[in-house]
C-alpha cells in the first residue's frame, strides 16, 4: 500500500538546521507532488510549500522563501525538506503528504517532531 | 497568503447535523474548485475527507459532504457520531500557492 514514512524527532539549537526526510513506497514516485506542512503545539496547518519529484521543480510559501529546502532524491523515492537558521517559532510537527488528487492531499507521513532548544 | 477563516468550535448531539464553513476570497476559495477538507485526531496526521468541493475519496463516510457558495465552503457532517470529534481544517489552491483554513474543533455532546 502506498506509505509516506518520515525520520525520526529532531532536537537541534536556535541558528542550526534540521533536514527531514519522507521515505516513499507503493506508487511511481514520480508521478505525484510531495507537499510539506507543519503544525506548531496546539496551532493549526500552515502550507509550506512542494516539490515536482519528476522534475524537481519547487514552490515555497512567502513566509519560507530562503530558509527552506526542498529536495528529492528519486534513487531512492524520498523527499527531504531542510529548514536552516532555526528559531524557537520553527518548534513543530512536520508532515509531508502526497498530491495524489487533484490539489489535495491523499495521503500523509506520520509527521516529525523538531524542537528547537537551546 | 492569510488563513481562511473557519469557527473555532462547533459542536452537537449524536445524531444532530453541524456545518462547519469556510471562508476566503475571490482569489483562493471563490476563484477554484479545490477547496478540500481534512479531519485530524488529537496526535494523529490529517485525514481527508473532502476534495474538489464536494468529492468523497473511497472509504469516507457518506454522512461528510461539502459545498461552496461564493467565496464560502462548507463541511457538513450529519448523523453525527462520537468518533467525528476532532479538528477539522479546509484547504484550497490559490494562484499557484495553498492556503489552509484556521481550524474547527468539533465537539460531540
Known amino acids: 500500500q502506498v506509505q509516506l514514512v518520515q525520520s525520526e524527532t529532531e532536537v537541534n539549537k536556535p541558528g542550526a538546521s534540521v533536514k527531514v526526510s519522507c521515505k516513499t513506497s507503493g506508487y511511481t514516485f514520480t508521478d505525484h507532488f510531495i507537499h510539506w506542512v507543519r503544525q506548531a503545539p496546539g496551532q493549526g496547518l500552515e502550507w509550506m510549500g512542494y516539490?515536482?519529484?519528476?522534475?524537481?521543480?519547487?514552490k515555497h510559501a512567502q513566509t519560507f522563501l530562503g530558509r527552506v529546502t526542498m529536495t528529492r532524491d528519486t534513487s531512492t523515492n524520498t523527499a527531504y525538506m531542510e529548514v536552516s537558521w532555526l528559531r524557537s517559532d520553527d518548534t513543530a510537527i512536520y508532515y509531508c503528504a502526497r498530491e495524489g488528487i487533484v490539489k489535495a492531499l491523499d495521503i500523509w507521513g506520520q509527521g516529525t517532531m523538531v524542537t528547537v532548544s537551546s | 497568503q492569510s488563513a481562511l477563516t473557519q469557527p473555532a468550535s462547533v459542536s452537537g448531539s449524536p445524531g444532530q447535523s453541524i456545518t462547519i464553513s469556510c471562508t476566503g476570497t475571490?482569489?483562493?476559495?471563490?476563484?477554484?474548485?479545490?477547496v478540500s477538507w481534512y479531519q485530524q485526531h488529537p496526535g494523529k496526521a490529517p485525514k481527508v475527507m473532502i476534495h474538489d468541493v464536494s468529492n468523497r475519496p473511497s472509504g469516507v463516510s457518506n454522512r461528510f459532504s461539502g459545498s461552496k457558495s461564493g467565496n464560502t465552503a462548507s463541511l457538513t457532517i450529519s448523523g453525527l457520531q462520537a468518533e467525528d470529534e476532532a479538528d477539522y481544517y479546509c484547504y484550497s489552491y490559490t494562484r499557484g500557492w495553498y492556503v489552509f483554513g484556521t481550524g474547527t474543533k468539533v465537539t460531540v455532546l
Open positions: 516539490i515536482n519529484p519528476n522534475s524537481g521543480f519547487t
Open positions: 475571490s482569489s483562493d476559495v471563490g476563484g477554484y474548485n479545490y
